[in-house]
């Protein structure tokens, strides 16, 4: 299966507390992008790092890259309840620039 | 600004019935357009994409179609459902080259086979 793989498969926090999530992927990349889902939503874009890139940030997110190791991660900084959602990788092929392939997702529950 | 309609909502449909899902797009031109479905719980399973009118890339051999009449319309249809339909049925768009772009989804149908 071309499907990346994340984990863990579920995470309960406490607010204020970091998550850290990660995705492993098996083919060679364009991009990564991570998006969230709200239960029963569709997904919202969060973050694209290319391949050449090793670190992105933006607002509480942190996203960082190895290609070596074909793997990512996202880390959310001080949680809030609102970050309860779920957390998917999509990889985008060097090889085929028109689709992408979405990992299985992470649960993230933060509680208040 | 771009907008992308998905409908219905819910479906209920018994085994056997035909199906037609709607999706467009407002607010771009040539767009990539897609056709995920979602087990519960589960990742987003890539049904269909196109590039262009006409134009359809199948992912996974099934029991769904999908069409693109027009730019910015893309359907996915059943001539008769099986069980193993059920599921969320999520659409999305992209600007080309996908390589430099995100994808928008749309806020998905759940369909019940029964």
């Known amino acids: 299966s071309q499907q990346g793989e994340e984990d863990p498969q579920a995470l309960s926090i406490q607010e204020g507390e970091n998550a850290t999530m990660n995705c492993s992927y098996k083919t060679s990349i364009n991009n990564l992008q991570w998006y969230r889902q709200n239960s029963g939503r569709g997904l919202v874009h969060l973050i694209l790092i290319r391949s050449n890139e090793r670190e992105k940030h933006s607002g509480r997110l942190r996203v960082t890259l190895d290609t070596s190791k074909k793997s990512s991660s996202l880390l959310i900084t001080a949680s809030r309840a609102a970050d309860t959602a779920s957390y998917f990788c999509?990889?985008?092929?060097?090889?085929?620039?028109?689709?992408?392939?979405f990992g299985t997702g992470t649960r993230l529950q933060v509680f208040p | 600004s771009q907008t992308i309609h998905q409908w219905p909502a819910t479906l209920v449909q018994p085994v056997g019935s035909p199906l037609s899902l709607e999706c467009t797009v407002e607010g771009t031109s040539n767009p990539n357009l897609y056709w995920y479905r979602q087990a519960a719980g589960r990742g987003l399973q890539l049904l269909f994409y196109?590039?262009?009118?006409?134009?359809i890339s199948s992912e996974v051999p099934q029991n769904l179609s999908a069409s693109r009449p027009q730019d910015r319309q893309f359907i996915l249809s059943s001539k008769k459902l099986l069980l193993s339909d059920s599921g969320f049925y999520l659409c999305a768009w992209s600007r080309t080259p996908l390589a430099k772009n995100i994808q928008y989804f749309g806020a998905g149908t759940r369909l019940s086979v029964l």
């Open positions: 196109s590039v262009g009118i006409g134009q």
């Open positions: 999509a990889t985008g092929f060097r090889y085929n620039t028109d689709k992408l392939i």
